[in-house]
């Protein structure tokens, strides 16, 4: 079992929707990543949240941490086919020892 | 400036030989992480070092797997004897700090594309 769900898994629209990608857990966590990946490469950082309920905005995407500090959402309007990719959001926890887990991912594709 | 660099980019091998991967990290990067993804799995965290020392390895598959960091510059990743189901990319990353906890990001390589035949 994953430590942290994704949703959808999989996501095609079309240029210019809107569309929101959540990341749920039972699991309290002490910040939220998102990165997102394209094919051939690593994972690259959008942006990181720390406290319950902090929202950050990056151009057109929006990412909210929730207030429990379990799950997370990434809200992106008008939707463009640069936005393609997979995206990934990892939770930093102590399992042991101090660890980032990641969810297996929403893989979009923005049709023009 | 070079981010992380991993080789080689794509191996082939056949079951039973070994398998040797290689990261170089950004330097002054304090922390080094070996991940493997698969689309069943996603990104798994095998293991990771803090200044040369390995801090967390519970996440290494089993003894066939094995990790190094003889400097700061230069880490590897072993598998002896492969298997078919070790099939993945593996991407090793560097960070300034532990990822998460202390909100530092993870710099990844473009990952090592392994097929085991």
């Known amino acids: 079992t994953q430590l942290l769900e994704q949703s959808p898994q999989f996501l095609s629209i079309q240029e210019g929707e809107n569309l929101t990608v959540y990341c749920n857990s039972s699991?309290?966590?002490?910040?939220l990543q998102w990165y997102r990946q394209e094919p051939g490469e690593g994972p690259v950082l959008l942006v990181t949240?720390?406290?319950?309920?902090e929202v950050k905005k990056l151009k057109r995407l929006t990412f909210q941490f929730g207030d429990a500090r379990k799950d997370s959402s990434l809200h992106i309007t008008a939707a463009q086919p640069g936005d393609t990719g997979l995206y990934l959001c990892a939770g930093g926890i102590i399992q042991g020892a101090q660890k980032l887990v990641f969810g297996q991912g929403t893989r979009l594709t923005i049709n023009p | 400036d070079a981010g992380v660099i991993q080789s080689p980019r794509h191996e082939v091998t056949e079951m039973g030989q070994e398998v040797t991967l290689r990261c170089k990290p950004i330097?002054?990067?304090?922390?080094l992480f070996w991940y493997r993804q698969t689309m069943m799995r996603g990104l798994e965290l095998l293991i990771y070092f803090n200044n040369n020392v390995p801090i967390d390895d519970s996440g290494m598959p089993e003894d066939r797997f094995s990790a190094k960091m003889p400097n700061a510059s230069f880490s590897t990743l072993k598998i002896q004897p492969s298997e078919p189901r070790d099939s993945a990319v593996y991407f090793c990353?560097?960070?300034?700090?532990?990822?998460?906890?202390?909100?530092?990001?993870?710099?990844f390589g473009n990952g090592t594309r392994l097929t085991v035949t």
């Open positions: 699991s309290v966590f002490s910040s």
């Open positions: 990353a560097s960070s300034l700090a532990a990822g998460g906890v202390y909100n530092s990001p993870l710099h």
């Open positions: 330097s002054g990067h304090d922390y």
């Open positions: 949240v720390v406290t319950g309920g």
